[in-house]
């Protein structure tokens, strides 16, 4: 025996298959991926503090040893130095300790001294932390 589809039968069997499969791939549609993913966030302790405690903080910035900067802890960067704040928030390209990394400082010698430069990576990450609101996390 044949069976006979109409056309009204085989629209509503390919609408009905399609909001199947639609939702079998669609399982979570009320979140957004954007809304849960960290891997872009810079952590000062994960990210940022170990850059300074390698390069920085056991050589000259370690308990206010030089120019006034402790950059052993978050606290200590963000109270700044003897010419005052190093970082200003949401913006890297102006705080100071980006321009110290940088090859041409507004003032003193490049950072760190007695030992090679950051590398462009370290400090691209330094930036965009700072640029991104330079949080304690």
Known sequence: MYM???????????????IMIFLW?????????DDNDTTDVIS???DIQ???????ANNCHLNNTSG?????????????G??????IPGNGTDSIIIQKLG?????GDQMPIGSSALSSTKIKLITTWIDDGAEDN
């Open 4 to 18: 006979h589809f109409s056309h009204p039968n085989t629209t509503i069997a390919g609408f009905t298959l399609f």
């Open 25 to 33: 791939n669609c399982t979570d549609l009320g979140s957004n991926p």
């Open 44 to 46: 000062f302790t994960g």
């Open 50 to 56: 170990p850059i300074f405690n390698q390069n920085c």
């Open 68 to 80: 006034g900067l402790n950059l052993s802890s978050y606290t200590g960067l963000m109270s700044g």
């Open 82 to 87: 003897n010419n005052g704040d190093v970082v």
């Open 103 to 107: 090859s041409n400082p507004p003032f």
